[in-house]
């Protein structure tokens, strides 16, 4: 839904404030500001403004390595009209008890509010999207809806509802600011703007992993089997089963795999597997136990053999080691 006017047509320039939590993608960021630039460069004047917060005004380490300065705290943000909240990685560690407290008190504030990626995990904590409908990156879908019962989690893009946007990542942030942009100005600079970018505006209903292409010169069943293999991270079948759905003798589907990805399908499996463990273990708090379900192991113990022979230490080492 997009009842709010800051998408009705306007001259009237529009602010925005960018909190920029520690461990953020300096791609969201990007992302977030760079269609606004371009747009105040194709109609020759300032209709957006924004300014870059953090949450105590000292710049923001990115998960590049480099730090995005800022112009202030979060209460520099106070006086514009949307304020959009950038968060990637260890929430538990930036998304503090005084830094929730803040954007529960000041979000009234704005006429609109949102969260990029991991960020939408903040507002629900501060309470701003109970009641609403959200989302947020693919690989916290199920745990935001899980956790948060009283939001509407949906797989999109990016989602308007009200006084609240939600957004899934990097590249749906660049989809919601062309929105913006077309609401605002028009449809011919919302396309002015993406084709500088060599890009085209997706709608936010569209769902983020089917939004995802496979490369052009895959073959389409080995396409297929991947996209199986993804879909059953927590209950892998066996490898005869994926080949017959796609139509293939398991003999045949290893040589195109092999071909295609330089592994057998198993194996390739078994690699998706670990490596949403690999991301449970880093960014979620999830005893082993339920890490080893979700990941179609069937006992941590099994896990965590998988997980040594793969990156040469034990599960635990790394969750140590991200804290």
Known sequence: MTENAIFSPARAPLSLALLVLPQSSILEVASALDPLRNANRQLGTEAFRWRVVTPDGAPAPLTCGLSLPSTGPLAAAEGAEMLIVVAGYRLDQVATRPLIRDLRRLAPRFALVGGIDAAPWVLARAGLLSGYRATVHWEDLEDLAAAHPDIDVVPDRFVIDRNRVTIGGAAPAADFM???????????????????????????????????????????????????????????????????????????????????????????????????????????????????????????????????????????QLRRLST
């Not at 100005?185 to 496979?214: D, K, M």
């Not at 040594?308 to 635990?316: L, M, V």
């Open 178 to 316: 062309l929105q913006l942009i077309r609401a605002r100005h028009g449809a011919p600079l919302a396309r002015q703007v993406a084709n500088s970018f060599l890009t085209i505006a997706r709608p936010g209903s569209e769902p983020q992993v089917a939004a995802r292409q496979p490369d052009p010169g895959l073959d389409p069943r080995v396409a297929a089997a991947a996209k199986r293999m993804e879909a059953r991270i927590d209950t892998p079948e066996p490898v005869a089963e994926t080949a017959a759905a796609v139509g293939l003798s398991p003999r045949r589907l290893e040589t195109l795999f092999r071909a295609a990805f330089g592994t057998p399908p198993g194996a390739y499996a078994l690699s998706l597997r670990l490596q949403a463990a690999r991301r449970m273990l880093t960014d979620t708090r999830h005893p082993l136990a339920e890490v080893a379900l979700r990941t179609g192991f069937t006992s941590p113990a099994t896990l965590s053999r998988a997980f040594r022979r793969t990156y040469g230490h034990p599960p635990g």
